[in-house]
């Protein structure tokens, strides 16, 4: 006689920033189903472009091997605003780019002074550079540039732990100069956060898997459909100025039925 099959799972990560790339929906499906931006019509094509309504603002989703996978650019405005872009690697984080999108869509209105005070408050150390900050692991390396851009390196280690493992690079990401504070320092925030992203280890690359940290407690892979659309409602919710119940308290992931 069979055995039932066993409901999906999926692992809770950390660091969040080797996680792997994750549902891209937790950065496209606010953008377009609470915030309305206009998804361009590319028949037969992978690429994703998203444009808000205004038009100075795009994401553009476009898997290339040889170059960054992620793009969100704004034009600028008349009121004096320069153009400016961040750009993210294949292996980043939904979550983490998403931290930016969220920031651009209903950020607050106080600008952050000095984004890299994020990482040296979760205690983060300058390297001997002083414009560099490595994460307390070393996997990370945060560079700012002379004029404000900031450049992020995250590797892995290409194998099991040994004497000498060997670093590979997981993904890399660009923020330019102009970006206002306040994106750059939550995506700064979200990378430093300790909250697990969820992960199906099938589906993550296998360098990864010797550099992170996999809680014993596994999640229904429903739960994390429903924690999706449950952020898609908040964000509609704070567009449009109507509560929604206060989430619970602690940790856990919100859970919903339909």
Do not use: C
Not at 132 to 156: K, M, N
Not at 181 to 209: G, I, N, W
């Amino acid at each position: 006689m069979n055995e039932p099959e066993k409901p999906p799972v999926l692992a809770q990560v950390t660091p969040r920033y080797l996680a792997g790339g994750g549902d891209p929906r937790w950065v496209t499906a606010p953008l377009q189903k609470a915030f309305r931006w206009q998804p361009a019509h590319i028949p037969l094509s992978p690429v994703v472009r998203l444009t808000r309504r205004d038009r100075q603002a795009e994401l553009l989703l476009s898997p290339d091997p040889d170059e960054h996978w992620w793009t969100l650019h704004h034009t600028g405005t008349t009121a004096g605003e320069k153009a400016w872009t961040m750009r993210f690697g294949a292996r980043t984080p939904a979550e983490i780019i998403a931290a930016a999108t969220d920031a651009l869509t209903t950020g607050p209105a106080d600008r952050a002074a000095d984004p890299m005070q994020v990482l040296e408050q979760a205690g983060w150390k300058r390297s001997v550079l002083e414009h560099q900050i490595s994460s307390p692991d070393g996997f990370v390396t945060v560079s700012r540039h002379p004029l404000g851009a900031l450049h992020i390196e995250v590797t892995a280690h290409d194998g099991p732990w040994t004497s000498e493992p060997t670093a590979r690079t997981a993904w890399r990401a660009h923020i330019s100069d102009h970006t206002p504070p306040q994106l750059a320092a939550a995506v700064l925030a979200s990378m430093v956060s300790t909250e697990p992203l969820l992960r199906d280890e099938k589906e993550m690359a296998p360098f990864l898997r010797y550099s992170v940290r996999i809680a014993r407690d596994r999640v229904p892979a429903h739960q994390a459909e429903y924690a999706l659309w449950d952020r898609v409602d908040r964000l509609a919710a704070h567009r449009t100025g109507t509560p929604l119940p206060p989430q619970p308290p602690g940790r856990s992931l919100p859970r919903r039925t339909r």
